[in-house]
């Protein structure tokens, strides 16, 4: 998990400058992730109920090692932060740990973009990444079947990280500008709300870093050019990541966060 945001200080979490630290951070963490998982194949058997026998369970491989890892960091509270949304949480226990004194942050709400994340990571992200195997699955002895889904829960726990980061954003924005957020809310105007959250230079300018930091990890600097000075991972892969999945979902985010933002409040139309 990469540095905790502040959150016993709704200030600072909501401070914009802060959430831009944070959403760099998370760029450093999935990059890393994603080299991490561009060492092994596509390995599509593990994503597949059945693929892999699980004694008591019908869930793949995958699902099967991200619902336990779920199960067992609730206990320690994980899920309590207002920054993590969990994949399974039928899956949460009570955490061992008293609760933590968080101040009001964020709206209530019921956004979780997860299981649409989780479908793109498995036939969009991976499929790109994943390019320096060409031969066929070799099956559950010749594969590093559990190599592989431990490197996916983390890339894809980080993504939804990012993701959803944008309740955030979005909750900043909206002090920042609130008449004008409660306008396009009460119209119903997502079109509007989603043009009022972008700025295209931003976008950029996350694209070219994001293009930077992952040529540059994924190119050992000692290396002689030629086959060794490879770059571990597809530059190119990573970038589209940003620019056709993340990027558009946290908007999504920020969009549907702010379409249940006047609820329980004065500005709530009446229906």
Same mark, same amino acid.
Request: with cysteine; aromatic share 8%; glycine share 6%.
């Given at each position: *998990?990469?540095?905790? #945001?502040?959150? =016993? ?20 963490? #999935?990059?890393?992730? *994603? ?12 994503? +597949?109920?059945?693929? %892999? ?6 869930? =793949? ?15 320690? !509270? ?32 019921? %956004? ?9 990571? #498995?036939?969009? #992200? ?7 195997? @060409? ?17 996916? %829960? ?17 909750? =900043? ?16 105007? !997502?079109?509007?709300? !989603? ?14 870093? @994001? ?29 589209? *990541? ?16 702010? *379409? ?10 009446? +229906?």
């Amino acid at each position: *998990m990469d540095s905790a #945001i502040d959150l =016993s200080d709704a200030a600072k979490a909501l401070d914009l400058g802060n959430i831009r630290f944070q959403l760099i951070r998370l760029e450093d963490t #999935i990059t890393f992730h *994603m080299i991490e998982r561009a060492q092994f194949p596509l390995n599509a058997t593990i994503y +597949k109920p059945g693929g %892999v026998q699980i004694p008591n369970s019908d869930l =793949s491989l995958f699902d099967w090692i991200l619902r336990e890892q779920e199960r067992l960091h609730s206990l320690v !509270r994980r899920y309590e932060s207002l920054d993590e949304h969990a994949f399974f949480p039928d899956a949460l226990q009570k955490p061992l740990l008293k609760p933590l004194d968080y101040p009001k942050i964020l709206h209530p709400n019921a %956004v979780n973009v997860n299981e649409q994340l989780k479908q793109k990571y #498995i036939n969009l #992200i991976l499929p790109r990444v994943c390019t320096s195997y @060409l031969r066929k699955d070799r099956g559950e002895q010749g594969e590093n079947y559990g190599s592989a889904a431990t490197c996916d %829960v983390a890339c894809l726990q980080a993504l939804s990280r990012r993701i959803h980061f944008g309740k955030f954003v979005a909750e =900043s924005k909206f002090q920042e500008e609130t008449a004008k957020f409660v306008e396009l809310i009460q119209a119903e105007d !997502r079109e509007g709300i !989603r043009a009022a959250i972008t700025n295209v230079e931003v976008e950029a300018r996350v694209l070219d870093r @994001l293009r930077l930091k992952a040529k540059t990890y994924g190119t050992d600097p000692c290396a002689d050019t030629g086959v060794n000075g490879q770059v571990k991972i597809n530059v190119g892969a990573v970038v589209g *990541m940003y620019k056709e999945i993340v990027i558009p979902m946290t908007k999504d985010v920020e969009v549907e966060y702010l *379409m249940q933002r006047l609820e329980g409040t004065q500005w709530q139309l009446p +229906k």
